[in-house]
């Protein structure tokens, strides 16, 4: 659990964090902001009906990237959880979101990071790397 929060609590104070999936043989990246710590996973939100929830439909592997003084780079497979518990949580979190997504996020897809590797860097220098 230590591992994961390390790397939920970077995500937090970057703010904003960019996916990259893939279509066909092209990667797309867009940038990120709402994601949580929720049952000892890292989630991120997703509206639903995106060409990024499209992507990760026909390829589940993704990279997520955040800077705040240092880069985070994270390897990972996105599991998609729609529960409605889930979605509360987000909800709960992040209140402005609540008029896009509904009460229980049902207007956004939740995912999270499994088989995560988590690459931190100073300049070009690795220098940690946890994985959850």
Not at 12 to 26: N, R, S
Not at 30 to 55: C, H, S, V, W
Not at 92 to 98: N, R, T, V
């Amino acid at each position: 659990m230590e591992t994961v929060q390390k790397v939920y609590e970077f995500l937090e104070k970057a703010q904003t964090f960019y996916l990259a999936t893939v279509e066909d043989d092209q990667p797309r990246v867009r940038p990120y902001g709402a994601m949580m710590l929720y049952e000892d996973k890292i989630y991120i939100m997703a509206f639903g009906q995106t060409n990024a929830t499209r992507q990760l439909a026909l390829n589940p592997k993704a990279e997520i990237c955040a800077f705040k003084g240092q880069t985070l780079r994270i390897a990972c497979t996105l599991v998609e959880d729609n529960r409605p518990e889930v979605g509360k949580a987000l909800v709960d979190k992040m209140p402005a979101l609540k008029p896009l997504l509904g009460e229980e996020c049902e207007n956004g897809v939740m995912y999270y990071l499994k088989d995560a590797t988590a690459n931190f860097f100073k300049l070009m220098d690795l220098v940690e790397t946890i994985t959850f």
